[in-house]
């Protein structure tokens, strides 16, 4: 079968994109990080989502990206926001510098050792926009880029960024992924997650997950603090 490299945050959207790429016939090889996230309990949430999946491996990898700080999920000395505007198009704090770029650097690394042409990651260009390392352009130009810088590529073996949630609403993504047989109550999506995954209920990532819920007509599972 075919090989896939799937970048697995323990969230709503990473599972979904897991689960989307096990339909289509991938034998699904999980990445996760702990970059030095206040929301640790997503890692909790990733083994969970990967043994759920029946992937082949799951590797979590130490990187901490706590030592450059900028962003509220990496850095103590800015706060999680609770009231932004969910319909703006500025980048908000919870961006995270780099994190997509290194991420999608090991995992075509980590696709290179095991064989495999495909990374699935689950970026999303519709619902809050805001982050530069979710828009179709930037995984075009990593992609390009991907393809000049590993011996596999120059062999040959060309590799691609798989975005299958790029264009899809939160309601959309969360009726695909009930229609695959995920069980959203594994994930976690918070911002600010306490030790258990209960969830804040006020953060963005709260507010958008509820809504595409609430949209699709379906119950959130989530169990708040």
Do not use: W
Request: charged content about 20%; proline content about 4%.
């Amino acid at each position: 079968m075919k090989k896939a490299v799937i970048l697995l945050s323990g969230g709503l959207d990473s599972a979904t994109t897991l689960y989307m790429a096990k339909d289509q016939g991938f034998d699904c090889y999980a990445l996760s990080f702990d970059y030095g996230q206040k929301h640790s309990s997503e890692l909790s949430a990733a083994k969970a989502i990967a043994e759920s999946a029946g992937v082949i491996e799951h590797k979590i990898i130490p990187l901490n990206l706590r030592l450059i700080g900028g962003s509220a999920l990496t850095d103590d000395s800015f706060s999680v926001p609770t009231d932004s505007d969910l319909t703006s198009s500025d980048i908000p704090v919870t961006y995270v510098p780099a994190r997509n770029t290194v991420f999608l650097s090991i995992a075509m690394g980590y696709a290179e050792v095991i064989g495999s042409q495909n990374i699935f990651i689950g970026v999303n260009a519709v619902d809050y926009s805001g982050y530069p390392d979710c828009r179709p352009e930037f995984i075009h130009a990593f992609e390009v880029m991907a393809n000049l810088a590993t011996k596999a590529s120059v062999e040959g073996q060309k590799l691609k960024i798989n975005t299958p949630l790029i264009d899809l609403t939160k309601a959309e993504i969360v009726t695909q992924g009930t229609k695959l047989g995920l069980d959203y109550a594994l994930t976690v999506s918070c911002y600010q997650a306490d030790a258990a995954g209960k969830a804040c209920g006020v953060c963005d990532s709260c507010r958008l997950r509820a809504q595409g819920f609430a949209d699709a007509g379906l119950s959130d599972p989530t169990i708040y603090s």
